[in-house]
């Protein structure tokens, strides 16, 4: 029977032996390190007359020339990673003739092999290649290879890839499809995908406009608020009524964001809005877009149940001058307790105290006609025990 004592023994040879075996790894990579960083440097130290041709010539109008002499296929990773560096630093033209220098020295072709490696990472990483390539005859292999890895990740380079060497918009489509298949909730990161294609992408999202799918829709959205379309106007008001309620929060927040939206029916229709989301975000507009014509819609706003709309619609009425700030006075004549006048009183001292500091570091005769005209509605307004020296300083 083994004793404990025999146990550990055996234990600690086991564990020195992994000790040992670990240690021999790491010195076997840092080899294998070392030998990569000097093999780079030579070959970069043979190519550097090359290297300089490039620079020279990127403007002529012929096409790059390919590296003199028979060049290794390690040599031409090499030199490929040095063409990406370069690629990084110029635009148009330049970048062109680098990538279609790639395709002369087969670094595509080499790539599309790599394509089918046994190792995952190796696929992933000629997808990389493939896509600062910007390589349109890889495109069907890059889409194959999105549709069987949706476990990780590695989906996202493999999708950009896809993006930067799209042919048409068919290409993103499949490729978009296939990501809101393995990932939920990454719109935004697909909208920045996708416009890293060369591709017009406008018709795409007015395509996800008026799909079913509401993760499509998303992304429509997201994509006209980044890149700015005109003529989307019948499709917003439709997904205005869309079930789904995020559709429903970004249709809006698309809206409010430029006047020509804001008419009357539509603000009074989100000012009056089952999501309280849509009320605070049509509350808020108002006041940046300086709608004067809506101060009675924000005076109602401020007694609303939902805080935020309440914040917003106060603020609102703050940012709309002094007709904004009398609509804040005379909810305090009218409302004495409750949430609507709290919020009324807390943006009046705050609008007050705010314009107080401003007025320390300038002179302009408007803005203290503006504050003092303010304050004479405040006083007005709000008759209290306390001196108006107080209510200013609590």
Same mark, same amino acid.
Not at 72 to 94: C, D, N
Not at 142 to 163: C, E, G, H, P, Y
Not at 180 to 206: G, M
Not at 297 to 320: I, T
């Given at each position: 029977m083994q004793t404990p004592?025999?146990?550990?023994?055996?234990?600690?040879?086991?564990?020195?032996? &992994?000790?040992?075996?670990?240690?021999? #790894?790491?010195?076997? &990579?840092?080899?294998?390190?070392?030998?990569?960083?000097?093999?780079?440097?030579?070959?970069?130290?043979?190519?550097?007359?090359?290297?300089?041709?490039?620079?020279?010539?990127?403007?002529?109008?012929?096409? &790059?020339? #390919?590296?003199?002499?028979?060049?290794?296929?390690?040599?031409?990773?090499?030199?490929?990673?040095?063409?990406?560096?370069?690629?990084?630093?110029?635009t148009g033209i330049h970048r062109d003739k680098l990538i279609w220098l790639c395709e002369d020295m087969g670094l595509v072709e080499l790539d599309m092999q790599r394509l089918n490696g046994w190792w995952k990472w190796t696929r992933v990483d000629a997808a990389y290649n493939l896509g600062i390539m910007r390589s349109k005859l890889a495109v069907p292999a890059l889409l194959t290879l999105l549709q069987k890895n949706t476990n990780d990740t590695s989906v996202f380079i493999i999708a950009r890839s896809v993006a930067k060497c799209a042919r048409n918009t068919e290409d993103l489509r499949e490729m978009v499809t296939h990501v809101?298949?393995?990932?939920?909730?990454?719109?935004?990161?697909?909208?920045?995908?996708?416009?890293?294609?060369?591709?017009?992408?406008?018709? &795409?999202?007015?395509?996800?406009?008026?799909?079913?799918?509401?993760?499509? #829709?998303?992304?429509?959205?997201i994509g006209y608020a980044v890149h700015v379309q005109p003529g989307i106007e019948p499709a917003l008001y439709q997904l205005i009524q869309s079930p789904d309620k995020e559709v429903r929060i970004k249709a809006v927040k698309l809206m409010c964001r430029d006047i020509r939206y804001m008419n009357e029916q539509t603000v009074t229709d989100f000012m009056n809005h089952k999501d309280w989301e849509i009320r605070a975000m049509a509350a808020k507009a108002i006041g940046s877009l300086k709608l004067h014509s809506y101060i009675s819609s924000l005076k109602k706003a401020v007694g609303d149940a939902n805080w935020w709309v309440r914040h917003h619609s106060a603020r609102s009425l703050a940012q709309l001058e002094v007709e904004g700030f009398a609509a804040l006075c005379e909810i305090l004549q009218e409302e004495r307790n409750g949430h609507k006048s709290e919020m009324a009183h807390q943006v009046i001292q705050?609008?007050?105290?705010?314009?107080?500091?401003?007025?320390?570091?300038?002179?302009?005769?408007?803005?203290?006609?503006?504050?003092?005209?303010?304050?004479?509605?405040?006083?007005?307004?709000?008759r209290k025990t306390i001196s108006t020296v107080q209510a200013l300083e609590r």
């Amino acid at each position: 029977m083994q004793t404990p004592l025999a146990t550990a023994i055996v234990f600690l040879y086991a564990l020195c032996g &992994l000790t040992v075996l670990g240690l021999l #790894v790491l010195f076997a &990579l840092k080899l294998r390190n070392i030998s990569v960083e000097k093999q780079t440097m030579r070959c970069l130290e043979k190519y550097r007359d090359y290297f300089v041709y490039l620079q020279a010539h990127g403007e002529e109008e012929e096409r &790059l020339q #390919v590296p003199y002499g028979d060049v290794t296929q390690k040599e031409k990773q090499i030199i490929q990673k040095k063409l990406f560096e370069l690629m990084e630093r110029v635009t148009g033209i330049h970048r062109d003739k680098l990538i279609w220098l790639c395709e002369d020295m087969g670094l595509v072709e080499l790539d599309m092999q790599r394509l089918n490696g046994w190792w995952k990472w190796t696929r992933v990483d000629a997808a990389y290649n493939l896509g600062i390539m910007r390589s349109k005859l890889a495109v069907p292999a890059l889409l194959t290879l999105l549709q069987k890895n949706t476990n990780d990740t590695s989906v996202f380079i493999i999708a950009r890839s896809v993006a930067k060497c799209a042919r048409n918009t068919e290409d993103l489509r499949e490729m978009v499809t296939h990501v809101v298949r393995a990932k939920k909730n990454v719109h935004q990161l697909i909208v920045d995908i996708i416009s890293d294609s060369q591709v017009d992408t406008a018709p &795409l999202f007015a395509q996800f406009l008026q799909e079913s799918d509401a993760e499509l #829709v998303q992304i429509g959205l997201i994509g006209y608020a980044v890149h700015v379309q005109p003529g989307i106007e019948p499709a917003l008001y439709q997904l205005i009524q869309s079930p789904d309620k995020e559709v429903r929060i970004k249709a809006v927040k698309l809206m409010c964001r430029d006047i020509r939206y804001m008419n009357e029916q539509t603000v009074t229709d989100f000012m009056n809005h089952k999501d309280w989301e849509i009320r605070a975000m049509a509350a808020k507009a108002i006041g940046s877009l300086k709608l004067h014509s809506y101060i009675s819609s924000l005076k109602k706003a401020v007694g609303d149940a939902n805080w935020w709309v309440r914040h917003h619609s106060a603020r609102s009425l703050a940012q709309l001058e002094v007709e904004g700030f009398a609509a804040l006075c005379e909810i305090l004549q009218e409302e004495r307790n409750g949430h609507k006048s709290e919020m009324a009183h807390q943006v009046i001292q705050e609008e007050l105290e705010k314009e107080k500091l401003v007025l320390q570091g300038a002179t302009a005769t408007e803005k203290l006609v503006q504050y003092n005209e303010k304050l004479h509605l405040y006083r007005k307004s709000y008759r209290k025990t306390i001196s108006t020296v107080q209510a200013l300083e609590r």
